[in-house]
């Protein structure tokens, strides 16, 4: 950083720091261990190298990235943040399991709780029209809300044929 302090990778590797050295800007002097152990799993060299490739507007994401990715090696050298984001996929995947169950649980309390409604008659002649003058078709001049149709939901009886809860 010119004639004052230099930065954590100039102190690191014993040099003078430049006025326009790459890693002032973003390894700063106060922080000497995020430079080292960027320096001890890519090389100084590289992350100059890497550095001077990139616009200066996209650097510091790319920085804040290449310490992501050294820290995650120090805690996992085979695998580093690949092995983070495999463990938190499976973790999401279990997790997703586990809710898909509990909802299916719930469903079956919530249809065991539900008044059993018996299935409506079939009709056996094509002719007969005498379901029509049934009340609750007639009741639409009601000023109450009751204009809309009536919910004939499937209950587990009239789909299966049976109660599945033993």
Do not use: W
Not at 95 to 102: F, G, K, S, Y
């Amino acid at each position: 950083m010119g004639g004052t302090s230099p930065c954590a990778s100039c102190k690191l590797l014993r040099r003078r720091c430049a006025k326009d050295c790459i890693f002032a800007p973003y390894f700063p002097s106060d922080d000497p261990q995020k430079f080292a152990i960027v320096h001890k799993v890519f090389g100084a060299s590289n992350v100059s190298k890497m550095l001077q490739e990139l616009p200066v507007h996209q650097r510091a994401d790319a920085v804040n990235s290449l310490v992501y990715e050294a820290n995650a090696r120090m805690r996992d050298p085979v695998y580093g943040c690949v092995g983070a984001i495999s463990y938190l996929q499976n973790q999401v995947s279990e997790l997703q399991m586990q809710l898909a169950v509990a909802q299916a649980e719930i469903l079956c309390i919530q249809m065991q709780q539900e008044p059993v409604m018996p299935a409506p008659a079939a009709i056996d002649e094509p002719d007969d029209k005498s379901f029509l003058v049934h009340p609750q078709y007639l009741n639409f001049a009601s000023s109450s809300s009751s204009n809309v149709i009536p919910d004939y939901s499937l209950n587990r009886e009239s789909v299966f044929g049976h109660d599945m809860v033993s």
